[in-house]
């Protein structure tokens, strides 16, 4: 056979040859792949998706790839703070490639995650508004809203997950009750803490060294009971009704587009501190009594000089420190509740308590769940999931209606 292959170069010259015994080569390995895979079809198919990969990354590498696969047009705007971000994420990053398919509305997910990738030591780039799928190691669904009433073609191996930070009466995902859904959904990024990832609203945090605040000077001269920010104002935990029978007892001062009281439009900074010299309480009533479902009015007014009354579904004292919130679940009615406030007004000392967690804990508002899933997905196959039926995982017994409304 090396005779006749010797002769067969001479013929057609040598680096030729070579050419072709290089090609044949190349083709056989590529047979003997597809032969030795899951089947001939699947084997193409990871063939395919790692040709359609690799433009995508070197224009990632570039600086390009919202141009290529993020359908941006030129007239989309882009703040400096989300373009400081993806500069940061794309030029020193590929890795893993993380697809969001669809924005939340009103807010900006994609700016928050590419924060949360670009001090993450875990390697991942995320795109956005793809529509080519099969390039991408992962697919997070933003199931408010989601447009689409079938599932987009799934290749081997993909992560889908399924995003919400709304409770499931606000979550607008009945698509994904379709049957075509179902064993789609690997990984869960909510609230929820027995999501895959979990994405919390904030998160108390133990000091390493506790500290030794003046409690006294703080509470002292505080001359109003209690406050409400609400702009909803009938929800699915009729909160409303909660509060008018506790105002048969006591004084509460309602801010916002349910109530009479104003407060500097979007100055945060200053109704903070108005909260902290002026009022004793403040009620963190949750618009939904839903399974873990806690959110920010929790951990931002936590962080004030103030005392929370804490109302919806979750289990408070997973989430926050002994002492440091007064739950509504623990009375048997809105008037109980009222009368323990007012007994609170009287006594500064029993009020005082409800300070004594912050020398030991504090409030950490800066989550990485982007990184939590970056880091998964460089092992994905040590967390390798299916939900059966997603919906049904989020829906199913997750909230109920009140039953605390008697007078």
């Given at each position: 056979?090396?005779?006749?292959?010797?002769?067969?170069?001479?013929?057609?010259?040598?680096?030729?040859?070579?050419?072709?015994?290089?090609?044949?080569?190349?083709a056989s390995s590529v047979l003997w792949m597809c032969l030795m895979g899951n089947g001939f079809n699947l084997n193409l198919?990871?063939?395919?998706?790692?040709?359609?990969?690799?433009?995508?990354?070197?224009?990632?590498?570039?600086?390009?790839?919202?141009?290529?696969?993020?359908?941006?047009?030129?007239?989309?705007?882009?703040?400096?703070?989300?373009?400081?971000?993806?500069?940061?994420?794309?030029?020193?990053?590929?890795?893993?490639?993380?697809?969001?398919?669809?924005?939340?509305?009103?807010?900006?997910?994609?700016?928050?995650?590419?924060?949360?990738?670009?001090?993450c030591p875990a390697k991942c780039t995320l795109v956005k508004s793809g529509n080519n799928l099969s390039a991408f190691d992962?697919?997070?669904?933003?199931?408010?809203?989601?447009?689409?009433?079938?599932?987009?073609?799934?290749?081997?191996?993909?992560?889908?997950?399924?995003?919400?930070?709304?409770?499931?009466?606000?979550?607008?995902?009945?698509?994904?009750?379709?049957?075509?859904?179902?064993?789609?959904?690997?990984?869960?990024?909510?609230?929820?803490?027995?999501?895959?990832?979990?994405?919390?609203?904030?998160?108390?945090?133990?000091?390493?060294?506790?500290?030794?605040?003046?409690?006294?000077?703080?509470?002292?001269?505080?001359?109003?009971?209690?406050?409400?920010?609400?702009?909803?104002?009938?929800?699915?935990?009729?909160?409303?009704?909660?509060?008018?029978?506790?105002?048969?007892?006591?004084?509460?001062?309602?801010?916002?587009?349910?109530?009479?009281?104003?407060?500097?439009?979007?100055?945060?900074?200053?109704?903070?501190?108005?909260?902290?010299?002026?009022?004793?309480?403040?009620?963190?009533?949750?618009?939904?009594?839903?399974?873990?479902?806690?959110?920010?009015?929790?951990?931002?007014?936590?962080?004030?000089?103030?005392?929370?009354?804490?109302?919806?579904?979750?289990?408070?004292?997973?989430?926050?420190?002994?002492?440091?919130?007064?739950?509504?679940?623990?009375?048997?009615?809105?008037?109980?509740?009222?009368?323990?406030?007012?007994?609170?007004?009287?006594?500064?000392?029993?009020?005082?308590?409800?300070?004594?967690?912050?020398?030991?804990?504090?409030?950490?508002?800066?989550?990485?769940?982007?990184?939590?899933?970056?880091?998964?997905?460089?092992?994905?196959?040590?967390?390798?999931?299916?939900?059966?039926?997603?919906?049904?995982?989020?829906?199913?017994?997750?909230?109920?209606?009140?039953?605390?409304?008697?007078?």
């Open positions: 056979m090396y005779a006749e292959m010797n002769i067969y170069c001479k013929q057609i010259g040598y680096r030729k040859c070579l050419m072709n015994i290089v090609c044949i080569g190349f198919e990871m063939l395919k998706n790692t040709f359609q990969r690799r433009p995508i990354e070197l224009s990632i590498r570039k600086g390009n790839h919202s141009s290529v696969i993020a359908n941006k047009t030129e007239e989309e705007s882009t703040t400096p703070k989300e373009t400081s971000a993806k500069n940061q994420n794309t030029s020193a990053k590929v890795g893993k490639l993380i697809l969001l398919k669809n924005n939340p509305a009103g807010w900006n997910l994609y700016s928050i995650l590419l924060q949360h990738l670009s001090r992962a697919v997070i669904f933003n199931a408010v809203g989601y447009p689409e009433n079938l599932p987009p073609r799934k290749v081997p191996g993909q992560v889908w997950v399924y995003f919400t930070l709304e409770s499931p009466y606000h979550s607008a995902d009945y698509k994904f009750n379709r049957p075509e859904w179902r064993n789609m959904f690997n990984w869960t990024m909510t609230y929820r803490a027995d999501s895959n990832i979990w994405y919390p609203y904030g998160r108390i945090r133990k000091r390493e060294k506790p500290i030794q605040l003046d409690f006294q000077g703080l509470t002292k001269n505080k001359t109003k009971l209690a406050a409400w920010f609400v702009s909803h104002c009938r929800t699915p935990g009729e909160r409303h009704k909660y509060v008018q029978k506790m105002k048969k007892t006591i004084s509460v001062d309602i801010f916002g587009g349910c109530g009479d009281k104003k407060c500097p439009p979007n100055n945060v900074t200053l109704c903070g501190q108005m909260l902290s010299r002026d009022y004793k309480f403040y009620l963190a009533f949750e618009n939904s009594l839903c399974y873990d479902y806690l959110t920010e009015k929790v951990f931002h007014y936590i962080e004030q000089q103030i005392v929370l009354v804490v109302r919806g579904g979750a289990d408070y004292s997973k989430f926050l420190p002994p002492n440091s919130f007064i739950n509504t679940a623990d009375f048997k009615s809105p008037k109980l509740l009222a009368e323990y406030l007012l007994y609170m007004d009287k006594n500064h000392t029993a009020y005082v308590e409800y300070f004594k967690w912050r020398n030991h804990y504090y409030v950490d508002t800066d989550e990485s769940p982007g990184c939590r899933l970056c880091t998964k997905l460089s092992n994905a196959t040590a967390y390798a999931n299916v939900y059966n039926d997603i919906y049904s995982w989020w829906h199913k017994d997750t909230c109920k209606r009140p039953n605390d409304l008697r007078s």
